[in-house]
């Protein structure tokens, strides 16, 4: 496992559990936006899901993305653990855990720009795409606070400052106060440098230069301007076909999760930029061996029913398993054969209960809307429930 970021709670602090979700304006609810993140599902599904959850039951999301299932638990007053192998999700994700208030978050990209905590001038990455993406001055601010967090990154604020950096690194221009540090760019994913050169030099568009410990402000201000009270929580950061769930300390009455979709490889490219700031190589990265296999339906369904497998074996009896599944359009494959077919495969005791239409791409704002514009068939998602024998 790469990395493993805890939270504690005092055991005698009662959880503040929250019966229905405020409007997704309210402040308590805008750490749920820190940063976008390719194929999430909306905080509604894992909220709506725990409704009838009891307290102190434990919630693990063995593909937790951003981490929406950890902090619709939280907002439950629940404690969780969440598994992605993708540094990106794993950063986003232990962003959603701490109790931090913005001043801290700012205090320390403060100090960390003001050189008070020493440490050698970050060497910047360097060409056509780094010359184009960020201003000098605003590319040197950026790599110092990299530089900081990937020497150390533990805290509380650590984990926030992260997630906040992940949220503002790139995304489009805007005539008003800057949001995002880069030059013009997509929020949800990183476009590749050979594309983002070819339309910065077609429209003649400059790297804007960005005050950063200004944007970092506003961000945290913005998004932990009234976060919700802690629970117990853990990220991990690895491999959940590696994971051994049972060894980590819980015994879970809820898992809740959306695996990759079927034909879904491209985590990591997709994020190459935010890959970049937490560790990753100044180029696309195209490694996959931490993703479920893509490279056939067979491994595919054999990996993830590896996956259920592990996880029922650190939940108790009765445990609830709620899922949101799909397919690719490419791969015009039935997610409810893959489903079923994933769970046989494991041989375990989950029993599927209900299996309930998900709807399309074309209807409504759905995890695969951004699959959905290709001339393939868009394919349904599925909610799948199930219980633990
Ligand atoms: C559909 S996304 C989950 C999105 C999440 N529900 C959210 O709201 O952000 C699937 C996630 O599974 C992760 N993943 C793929 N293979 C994995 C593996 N073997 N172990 C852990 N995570 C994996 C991907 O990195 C991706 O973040």
Redesign the pocket.
């Known amino acids: 496992m790469a990395s493993v970021v805890s939270v504690t709670r005092k055991r005698q602090e009662p959880a503040v559990r929250l019966k229905r979700l405020p409007t997704l304006t309210a402040p308590l609810l805008r750490l749920n936006g820190l940063c976008p ?5 909306p905080l509604s599904f894992p909220f709506d899901a725990l409704a009838n959850s009891k307290v102190d039951e434990w919630v693990l ?9 950890i902090l619709a638990a939280r907002l439950r007053g629940l404690p969780s653990v969440g ?4 540094p990106v ?1 794993g950063a986003i ?1 232990a962003a959603k855990l701490p109790q931090v208030r913005a001043c801290e978050i700012i205090a320390l990209a403060r100090d960390i720009l003001a050189d008070v905590r020493p440490g050698p001038v970050p060497a910047t990455p360097q060409g056509e795409f780094w010359d184009l993406a960020y201003a000098p001055s605003t590319l040197r601010d950026i790599c110092r606070i990299r530089n900081y967090l990937l020497s150390q990154c533990s805290t509380r604020v650590e984990v926030a400052l992260r997630g906040v950096m992940l949220g503002i690194l790139h995304g489009p221009q805007t005539q008003k106060t800057p949001t995002y540090l880069s030059n013009q760019m997509p929020r949800t994913y990183s476009t590749k440098p050979v594309s983002a050169v070819g339309y910065w030099t077609k429209h003649q568009m400059k790297p804007p230069e960005i005050d950063v410990l200004a944007a970092i402000s506003r961000r945290a201000r913005f998004s932990f301007k009234a976060v919700p009270p802690t629970t117990l929580g853990k990220l991990i950061t ?4 590696k ?1 051994n769930f049972a060894q980590l300390g819980a015994k879970f009455s809820w898992v809740i ?5 079927y034909g ?1 490889r491209t ?1 990591f490219p997709d994020h190459w930029l935010r890959n970049w700031f937490v560790g990753g190589p100044s180029d696309v990265d195209y490694r996959a061996d ?3 296999s893509h490279h056939s339906e067979a491994e595919f369904v054999a ?1 993830l029913g590896g ?1 259920w497998k592990k996880v029922a074996e650190a939940c108790v009896p009765g445990a609830k398993l709620v899922c ?1 599944f799909g397919a690719l359009p490419s791969c015009q494959k039935d997610p409810r054969d893959l489903f079923r077919r994933s769970l046989a495969d494991a041989d375990c005791r989950w029993r599927i209960t209900t299996i309930k239409d998900g709807g399309t791409s074309q209807h409504g704002r759905r ?1 695969c809307d951004q699959f959905g514009t290709g001339k393939n068939k868009p394919v349904e998602e599925i909610d799948v429930y199930a219980i633990l024998e």
């Open positions: 993140y390719y194929t999430m599902f999301d063995p593909f937790c993305g951003r981490g929406t299932t598994v992605d192998s993708n999700a994700a690895g491999d959940s076909r994971c999760t959306s695996p990759p979709y879904m985590y931490e993703q479920l990996d996956v949101r995890q």
